[in-house]
């Protein structure tokens, strides 16, 4: 499903961030945003709590990196890591990773192909078991990032505290983590009706808990058979389920925040839109920090489309396309390519 810009009248709709003020009991449009200042305050998100369950999960999440090195200094005074948790490691790593790459961005948000239902079941379950989210959140906020991108309304943007140094610092840090402690939510029947509607990703939304779960039990597991011993299942817990979670996270947040403020533009994209591509996360991304591309053609399923840009995610969907699992797949056409690159 393409994603089509906002209009200028949705720019004052309720609950989107937006930065719309009521005054004399009517909503009142904020200034076209210049591109330099800070974003308009929402006062209707600024008068919302966010739920103290919804703050300590959120926190949960985000301290999974400083959870992981604390366990690994505790695990490495006098061990090494094995082979098993690398392999371990590395394959839930990609399974994962490429739930989110394939499924819950190029497939269910930007409809760059048609997946028949195993697939779309496998890819909502992988990418749940990321830790990002639950599958019908997840796409409705990154499809409110595409109407709004890097203009009053993204939810996620580095340029929202204004282009200054400090305003920058303070975005780059919003855009990472920040975001996500805010009162500022993206109603899922605006943003993601289809999947709504759809029963089993209604189903595998309302698994996301039990999915984090089995994310961190599968490694647990696979650690206790193969080593025999609680240490083995331990370590296998820090490196395959702790270490590999959080640098999934890390990258993926490094394209909402890295993605919008280092890197090269060949494409031309909307106004205001700073996406990038940015080379060196894009082993670790599967293809995902190719962000200028993807940008300037959403519904693309390639986004390393110039010559030595290695996509992993465009390469399992062409393998799925050629197993006949997924169809109606939105390559790239070098004509659509070149009325958005730049001269």
């Known amino acids: 499903m393409a994603i089509a810009e906002e209009s200028s009248a949705s720019l004052t709709g309720t609950g989107t961030g937006t930065g719309a003020v009521r005054a004399a009991g009517r909503r009142v449009a904020p200034p076209p945003y210049d591109g330099s200042s800070p974003f308009p305050r929402d006062e209707s998100t600024g008068q919302q709590r ?60 930007h409809g760059s192909f048609t997946p028949n239902r195993p697939v779309k079941i496998a890819m909502a379950v992988a990418g ?17 990032h595409h109407a709004f991108t890097d203009r009053p309304g993204d939810p996620h943007s580095p340029f929202r505290f204004g282009t200054s140094l400090t305003g920058e610092l303070r975005g780059l840090a919003h855009a990472h983590v920040g975001w996500m402690f805010t009162a500022d939510t993206t109603p899922a029947a605006h943003y993601a009706p289809d999947l709504l509607a759809d029963r089993d990703l209604r189903a595998v939304s309302r698994a996301f808990l039990g999915l984090c779960v089995l994310s961190l039990a599968l490694p647990f597991g696979a650690g206790w058979l193969i080593g025999g011993s609680v240490h083995a299942a331990l370590t296998a817990l820090l490196w395959a389920g702790l270490v590999r979670v959080a640098l999934l996270q890390h990258v993926t947040w490094s394209v909402n925040s890295l993605c919008h403020m280092i890197g090269q533009r060949p494409f031309r994209t909307r106004r205001h839109d ?44 062409r393998l799925l396309e050629r197993c006949g699992w997924v169809r109606d797949v939105r390559w790239p056409a070098p004509g659509r390519l070149d009325t958005r690159r730049r001269a």
């Open 50 to 109: 966010v739920p103290t369950w919804q703050l300590a999960f959120t926190a949960l999440i985000v301290a999974f990196p400083f959870l992981a090195l604390a366990l690994a200094a505790w695990l490495l005074w006098g061990s090494v890591i094995g082979p098993a948790d690398v392999v371990l490691g590395v394959l839930l790593y990609c399974v994962t990773g490429l739930g989110v790459t394939v499924g819950f961005h190029r497939g269910l948000t």
């Open 128 to 144: 749940s078991m990321s830790f990002q989210g639950d599958v019908i959140g997840w796409v409705a906020v990154h499809r409110r």
């Open 274 to 317: 700073r996406a990038t591509n940015l080379w060196p996360l894009a082993l670790l991304s599967f293809g995902e920090s190719w962000h200028n591309l993807h940008h300037a053609d959403p519904t693309c399923a390639r986004h390393g489309v110039d010559r030595g840009q290695i996509d992993i995610t465009a390469a399992v969907i």
